[in-house]
């Protein structure tokens, strides 16, 4: 596994920060939890149709606000049980005929058995669904094959001077054949290469791009584990729908509204009508965005991230019809977005996290910075809000970079809040995707790793969380970029944090 450490122009190895400590120690936190195995064929890789589910303690009958314990048992082809865990498993819960359905946590006891957590929301007949998105084995092979390399990504870098262009080859990695231009933020300890041009100075470097190379690190044992037919394989069960009714102990007690500070859950709520509830708080409730002008009034509201947060300011966009698009000059699809409430005296931007940052496009290299670098010029006040998602351009890089991102980011949320404690920030975590293609660098596993760095990170900040993880699930929309009735609920939970 790669180490987070680096090396300096002089080819001396830095001494290790504070900074690398802490990627350490995260890095390693996560890597426990991943099987260490050496199988090589699929006969002794987890089958979710050999495998079963059941009841904990089954009943007749529940109340609305029980725990719910489900037990997962794995075997693998030959009927053997399995005695290590680490499969990548998915659930949730539904009444279909209520549009209502949530997702289960899962505890894994490391030795092939797995227990699911479900709390039961809501009255009538639920169904459980348990899946096997990849078994353990796919999830060891994706992990070290990451943390293997830089080699799933290639970077092009152009320079400029006067009408004269040069395109270069560019990286994280030191490529050590070359004389490089170096662009390090010392403080950030974030580094990136390209190889220098000729009459050209390292300051000319104006635009720079990422794109996804066709090169893999399967075997045809790892194809095996990852055909289509082996992906959300759904685990057999020994019972039917359970039988969920109100009972005189369930609770109906008013929630208060979601503030700042609430730990991020997993399930956090539940879905119902096309609508989310919380589990801990209450969500604000509006039919229109324009219901919410007082709110908005004077706001400054910043998005930070990819595609997945952009949809927000196209929401806001569509249905916020005081809002207007001031038109800026970059010519892409992830060009940074400012649009203007003259009315209200509001203003909503969206801007993309740096580089990792894929697309077939270049992007200007002389405006970018990272998520931490950008809220570091922000001054803040109670008018200021940022809201900021970040991952899904993360997973085919070694996953020391993400964790240093987000410690960065953490540092730099540290730093608002001393200057300016009322200044609102909101995280969303990632969405779930359609896992058809390039399942080796954008498979869920990946996010799912995030999710958990994400936790312990950000885990005691006077931050507001939207849970695009457990939301996506729940609404069962498998789609990086959700239909309009996840993200109108995404944005609900963003304005219940703002008004």
Known sequence: MQDASYILSDGTVAQTSKLQLEIKNILNRIDQTIPKNNITIKAKATSAKDSNVFLRNPKSSYCVGDHLIVRVEMFDYQGNQKTYGGDFLRARMFTSELGAASSGKIEDFYNGT???????????????????????????????????????????????????????????????????????????????????????????????????????????????????????????????????????????????????????????????????????????????????????????????????????????????????????????????????????NMMISWKRHTFPFLGSSYQSWKEERTIAREIDLIGGDQRTVIALTIGAHFKAYPIFHFIRRLLNIRRAIERLFLRSPQTKVIIKTENTSAMKKNIETMSDFHASVHYSIMEIIFSDLNVGFVNGWDMTNAFDSNDVHPPETVVRNEVQMLMTYIC
Request: glycine share 4%; aromatic share 16%.
């Open 114 to 344: 797995y227990h699911v957590h479900f709390t039961l929301f809501w009255e009538g007949k639920v169904n459980i669904s348990i899946f096997l998105m990849h078994p353990s084995e796919g999830s060891s092979a994706l992990w070290n094959f990451r943390n293997k390399w830089h080699g799933y990504v290639d970077h092009m870098g152009k320079y400029t001077k006067h009408q004269e262009v040069q395109e270069v080859e560019c990286g994280f990695e030191r490529m050590k054949t070359q004389e490089l231009c170096e662009y390090k933020d010392e403080r950030d300890e974030e580094y990136f290469y390209c190889a220098k041009p000729q009459n050209f100075s390292c300051e000319s470097l104006t635009d720079v791009k990422g794109w996804m190379k066709q090169k893999t690190l399967f075997t045809e044992f790892e194809y095996s584990l990852f055909n289509t037919s082996n992906i959300r394989v759904k685990i057999p069960k020994d019972f039917d729908a359970i039988n969920v009714l109100s009972c005189n102990n369930s609770t109906t007690d008013i929630k208060k509204k979601c503030t700042f500070g609430m730990k991020l859950e997993y399930p956090s709520g539940y879905v119902m009508k096309n609508v989310w509830y919380p589990k801990a708080c209450s969500m604000l409730k509006y039919d229109h965005l324009e219901k919410l002008g007082e709110c908005m009034q004077g706001k400054f509201i910043y998005l930070f991230g990819d595609s997945s947060i952009r949809m927000w300011i196209l929401y806001f966009q569509r249905y916020l019809k005081t809002l207007t698009q001031f038109h800026l000059y970059e010519d892409n699809w992830a060009r940074q977005i400012l649009s203007l409430d003259m009315k209200r």
